[in-house]
């Protein structure tokens, strides 16, 4: 058999793949011959399945391994004895003979009277009778990492107690049982379970997340025949490739998503087979909604299910459009023969087969007075148009109606002709009108933004509104030809010169509307001139109102965007005169510190150069300096000190160099962190000073960095040049001197600064590399 699927959305590709395999799978038993060792690409830590050879040479051989999967084990499995302690009483496990870690055991007690599962499973008896008396056999801690089979069919158990403590679980088997709810920790970490079969239990709630948790790998899950009437979606899949998730025979009405699931369109869930046969849908579930989607095609590119819904009523009105326009270039050949549904109403398509039916026909009535709204209307929504039809016509309605929400359309189409409407009311609804009709209503004025509201509407008719008296100039910018005005006069004057190059560019008969003019009458609109009216001086006084009011506009835009240009030079400038104006009798406080330099430590000559003359120079006139590479103490926490120091500093001395702000990692984040708060610093207090030395000769082009960008271009900074020799005097002098600590020792500050060491500390990079070598 083949099948061959052109131009097919991704989601039915998937779907068909899928029906295929499982029509097709054979059934075959797990020996040597028929088998091959299989590891599934999402669980590589189990080593012990096998898959049936029928999968072999398949495009599909994953997802056919899950439906054909076996153990290596399969049929060795030892039991282990189960205890009746008494007739309504608990039971406990008694192994019969020495745990075997090359063995794998399983507990079976099936057609019993069984009312809990035995009481040791997962807990040590606690019970202190109980204990004395099977203390040799009770404990099973040995057995639990190798019971890999659980087959409890057919008794009364109520509840599903944690047995998470089995993690070699492979099968879980309850079905016909009396379980009413299942909690999603039930199955916490058994990463092995392949299969768990719940059918014929009273099942009436599962709580989300119980089948979809990413720690499961369940390949099938049958929990047919309960009483389950809501399902929240995220058990309706599992987080890999599945076989089957059985809910057939169930009272399921409709879906939700209880834990707001939102469909992730980069994974990909599945694929795999949902049964929903014989449930009592009659609603197609709005997967958009339910899902969380913008979009119901991004279901087809992460959800790659099959989907069976024989045996279901479903109404085949607008819910159901979105779901088989997705599909709808192969939909015949997805549900003929294997999904044999048919629609259960409305009654034209009543036991008509689904894929059969023009999606055109999905449609939906709603009732007049609670989802329509408004009694006077008839409201019909057809998906298929992607519009909300709504029928007001004849209704003696004084206002608009209320207008109700689609969750299948996003266009509205309303019809309000023939009614004593006055005004348009501004609201966000208008922009989703695609056709309005308010012929013959008594319209009084249609303002500026309820015409740009209705920019979306490809038509409005507004014959014989004889109140209108005026037209909104966004008119302009729609089609005249679907702007239908009959048999209305509007007032034209000198604001209204528009209409006649607007009514003239399409040609349009449909507009044909008239003009009343001062002083001449009432023409028709087309004939309508500006040569009709003096609007002359007005037109001049126009043209130099909006001359004068564009240049002024203009101005503003060039400061604001000189000021954002410029902010940080100009934000220098008021800093340095606020320092040069301030007032002499203000007391500013005791700094630890007089200067922090600032320089990049890996850099060699800058580093040599502040080693050997900069700091030493500043020592001795008298400055207390701060060296960060060797003044924080080894072990601290570098950002933390330099944040400490620069609070207690007056002064932050950048040695600016090509590598300041370097590539490496660690000493790049240390001096910018360095500036920053230097920089926070200067420019909140005025007794802060930054001074800033040009030691590579940068230019503002070059440099990247706001902040010091501005200080290069309006020049507050020191060049490191050898134009001169008073490179050390330029630095003092930037230094805030005026408390600045007086030492006995500035007469060796003389004798230094008149020595080889402070010439030669005010040659240029080129000079000390020269003396160096």
């Not at 100039?473 to 528009?498: H, K, P």
Request: proline share 3%.
């Amino acid at each position: 058999m083949r099948i061959v699927v052109r131009r097919a959305p991704t989601l039915v590709r998937s779907l068909l793949a899928f029906q295929f395999f499982l029509t097709s799978s054979g059934s075959s038993t797990c020996n040597d011959t028929v088998a091959i060792p299989w590891h599934p690409s999402w669980f590589q830590s189990r080593d012990d399945l096998y898959c049936k050879n029928i999968c072999l040479g398949r495009g599909d051989y994953e997802q056919c391994c899950v439906c054909n999967s076996c153990t290596s084990w399969e049929g060795e499995e030892i039991d282990l004895f189960i205890e009746e302690l008494s007739v309504t009483g608990p039971n406990v496990v008694l192994p019969h003979h020495s745990v075997n870690d090359s063995n794998v055991y399983q507990i079976y007690r099936g057609y019993s009277e069984m009312k809990e599962l035995p009481i040791n499973i997962c807990n040590n008896i606690t019970d202190t009778k109980l204990e004395k008396l099977y203390s040799a056999f009770a404990d099973i801690s040995y057995f639990r990492e190798r019971i890999v089979r659980i087959n409890l069919e057919f008794n009364e158990i109520k509840i599903l107690d944690d047995i998470s403590c089995l993690r070699r679980l492979d099968e879980l088997n309850l079905q016909y049982n009396r379980l009413t709810f299942l909690s999603n920790t039930s199955l916490t970490n058994l990463t092995f379970l392949r299969t768990i079969q719940l059918k014929g239990n009273k099942l009436i709630g599962i709580e989300p997340n119980t089948l979809s948790s990413p720690d499961l790998y369940i390949f099938n899950a049958d929990i047919s025949k309960n009483e389950l009437e809501t399902q929240d979606v995220t058990n309706m899949y599992t987080a890999y490739t599945f076989c089957e998730i059985n809910f057939a025979s169930n009272a399921i009405k409709e879906f939700v998503n209880e834990g707001n699931f939102i469909l992730n369109t980069s994974k990909k869930y599945g694929p795999g087979f949902l049964n929903l046969q014989n449930n009592a849908i009659e609603k197609f579930p709005d997967l958009k909604t339910l899902l969380n989607l913008n979009d119901l095609n991004e279901m087809g590119k992460a959800w790659k299910f099959g989907f069976d819904f024989q045996g279901v009523p479903v109404i085949c009105d607008c819910s159901l459009e979105p779901f088989m326009s997705l599909a709808e270039d192969i939909i015949e050949s997805i549900w003929i023969g294997y999904f044999e549904v048919k629609c259960a109403a409305p009654e034209n398509l009543k036991n008509q087969l689904i894929p059969k039916i023009d999606p055109s026909m999905f449609v939906c009535e709603y009732n007049a007075e609670s989802d329509c709204q408004t009694p006077q209307c008839t409201c019909v929504d057809e998906p298929n148009k992607n519009t909300l039809f709504i029928d007001c016509s004849n209704a003696n309605l004084t206002k608009f109606p209320t207008i109700p929400l689609s969750a299948y359309s996003t266009r509205i189409s309303l019809n309000l002709s023939s009614n004593s409407i006055k005004n348009i009311p501004n609201k966000p609804f208008l922009s989703k009108i695609s056709h309005l009709d308010l012929s013959n209503n008594d319209i009084l004025e249609i303002s500026e933004d309820t015409a740009r509201k209705l920019e979306n509407a490809t038509l409005i008719d507004l014959t014989n509104n004889t109140r209108l008296l005026k037209l909104p100039q966004m008119f302009q910018y729609r089609n005249a030809c679907s702007t239908v005005l009959g048999n209305i006069v509007v007032d034209c004057d000198c604001e209204s010169l528009w209409i006649s190059e607007w009514i003239k560019s399409k040609g349009c008969t449909t507009s044909q509307f008239y003009c009343n003019i001062p002083e001449q009458g009432i023409v028709p609109a087309g004939a309508f001139h500006e040569n009709d009216l003096d609007c002359v001086q007005e037109s001049f006084l126009y043209i130099w109102i909006s001359i004068v009011l564009g240049s002024i506009l203009l101005i503003f835009l060039v400061f604001g965007w000189l000021l954002r240009q410029f902010r940080y030079e100009l934000l220098i400038v008021y800093l340095r005169m606020r320092r040069t104006f301030r007032k002499d009798n203000l007391v500013y406080p005791n700094f630890k510190f007089d200067v922090y330099i600032s320089l990049d430590e890996n850099n060699d000559q800058v580093r040599d150069w502040v080693n050997r003359h900069l700091e030493k120079y500043l020592t001795y006139s008298g400055y207390n300096v701060f060296l960060p590479y060797r003044d924080i103490p080894y072990g601290s926490v570098r950002d933390t000190e330099i944040i400490n120091v620069l609070k207690d500093t007056r002064t932050l001395l950048v040695v600016l160099s090509n590598t300041y702000f370097g590539t490496i990692d660690d000493e790049r984040l240390f001096t910018e962190c360095e500036w920053k708060y230097g920089w926070t610093n200067f420019r909140k207090e005025r007794q802060r000073n930054i001074v800033l030395i040009n030691f590579d000769h940068i230019s503002s082009r070059e440099i990247k960095h706001a902040q010091i960008k501005a200080f290069l271009r309006v020049g507050c900074c020191i060049d490191f040049g050898n134009h001169d020799r008073n490179i050390m005097e330029n630095i003092r002098s930037k230094l805030d001197t005026r408390r600045r600590k007086r030492r006995a020792g500035q007469n060796y500050y003389r004798t230094f600064s008149q020595s080889r060491e402070c010439t030669k500390s005010a040659l240029s990079y080129n000079d000390i590399e020269m003396n160096s070598s």
